[in-house]
Structure formats: C-alpha cells, structure tokens
C-alpha cells in the first residue's frame, strides 16, 4: 500500500497499455512481491538453519527448539526484527515523501487546475487518507513491538501491542464500515420498518405531486378567457343566471 501511494504521486512512468492491461501488469507485479518476498525468506531462513555448509559460527534461526519461537536474541533479531525494522521504515519514508510531494503539489496547482484535474486530486486525497489510516492500523503495533524489543518494558506493553496485532482484522473493519453514509445503508437495511415508513412517505409524496398536476392541467383545460367566448355564449350564459335568480326568489 505504500508502495503504491509513493508511486501514484511520485510521477514514475505509468505502465503501458491500456487501465485494464496496466491493472493487470500492477497486480502481477504486486503478487509478485506479497508471495515472493515472505516465500525467498522462508528459504533463506530453511537454508540457514538445515543446509550442512552452512558454518557453526553463523546465527541461525533454532526455531523451535525450546518453544515456538526464536531461540536466541540474535537469531530474533537477525530474522524477524531486523527485516520488519526495514519495512517499517521504507513506509515511513514513502509516506512521508508522498505527503510531501501532496501538499506541494496542491499548493501550486490550486489554481490552474480545471474541474476534472481536481476531482481527479480529491480522489487520490481520499485514496492516500484511506492508506494512512490503514498503515496506522497495521504499522504502528509493528513500531510499538520493535521499540518494546529494543528498550524493553513490562509485560503489559508486549500484551498490549500483541492484542493490537490480533484486533488489525476489527480496526479495518472499523475503518472501512463504520462510516455515517455505511451505516446508514445498513439501519435501512435491516430495519423493516423504518424502510417501510419512508416508501410510504415517497409514495404519498409522488401521490401528491400527481394529484397537484393533474388539478393544474384540469384547471387550465377547463378555465376559458373571457374575450374568447363568443356572443350567443355570453347570452345563454345570462339567461341561465337570471333563471337561477328567479327559482331562488320564489323559493
């Protein structure tokens, strides 16, 4: 994820071809580095702690050997600390840059952008928040734990920050569903009643604007300018008044 925010801002060459093909290219990519990149430690760390030309003097990983873990300091630093440390800091320092570039790149361009360019922006400013919050989650636990390592500290800290690492699953799920619009689409979801009322309410809604149109079209076709009715019309029109006058006199 910070690889690919660092490299939606840093203006590297885009992939060639087309959105589809490009997609394809990057999630090869990708896939590459998430399966090869624990896959070539897995081996080195196999190669290190099996293979027979391997010296003595060289800190192996002994995994396993008294619990479930590392056996020595060293070892747990040479195989889990060290290369966490260095993940670690490279996202520290691509987001950095990329907020960087961000903010630069905002402040010169805010008014020679057209309306597209910005909505274009505004995009990716959601795309690099979600991104931030999502290292937040899952890369301050890892900081937390290598600073608990190197200083040392109780056993609550190393409580604490494994229980975080356990919880990253509802964090996300935070992040990504508790949001006003989500939960609002899940209340009308699962709440029959309410879905009920408010398509009663845009029912009669509709209802009355139809009956409000059909009245003005009813009162238009049946309305009739003065100046147009014609002569013998305005004398049968007289005719019927006066004999409505003359019925309610008698009555």
């Known amino acids: 994820m910070c690889f690919d925010i660092w490299w939606v801002f840093s203006g590297l060459m885009p992939l060639r071809g087309s959105i589809k093909e490009a997609e394809h290219k990057k999630f090869l990519i990708y896939s590459g580095y998430a399966w090869g990149g624990p896959l070539l430690m897995s081996l080195a760390t196999a190669t290190m702690e099996f293979h027979p030309s391997v010296p003595a003097g060289y800190i192996k ?3 396993g050997i008294d619990r479930c873990w590392f056996k020595g300091a060293e070892a747990q630093v040479m195989y889990f600390y060290l290369p966490i440390g260095v993940l670690v800091f490279a996202n520290l320092m691509m987001f950095s840059t990329t907020s960087c570039r961000l903010k630069a790149h905002t402040n010169n361009s805010k008014m020679l952008q057209s309306e597209d360019s910005r909505r274009h ?4 400013k959601q ?6 919050k999502l290292f937040v989650v899952m890369g301050v636990t890892w900081v ?3 600073v608990s390592f190197v200083v040392g500290g109780s056993q609550l800290i190393w409580l604490l920050s494994d229980t975080c690492n356990t919880l990253q699953g509802l964090l996300i799920f935070v992040i990504f569903v508790c949001k006003p619009r989500i939960l609002q689409l899940i209340r009308q979801r699962f709440s029959p009643r309410r879905h009920g009322d408010s398509v009663y309410n845009n029912s009669r ?4 604007r139809l009956s409000r149109s059909n009245s003005s079209k009813s009162s238009q076709q049946y309305s009739v300018h003065p100046d147009v009715i014609g002569s013998d019309s305005k004398a ?3 005719s019927d008044i ?3 006058d003359l019925l309610t006199s008698k009555v």
């Open 236 to 238: 049968t029109i007289v």
């Open 242 to 244: 006066d004999k409505m």
């Open 144 to 146: 937390m734990e290598l």
């Open 61 to 63: 990983p002994q995994f």
């Open 127 to 132: 795309r690099f928040n979600l991104y931030l």
């Open 121 to 124: 922006q505004e995009n990716e």
């Open 205 to 208: 809604t509709s209802m009355s």
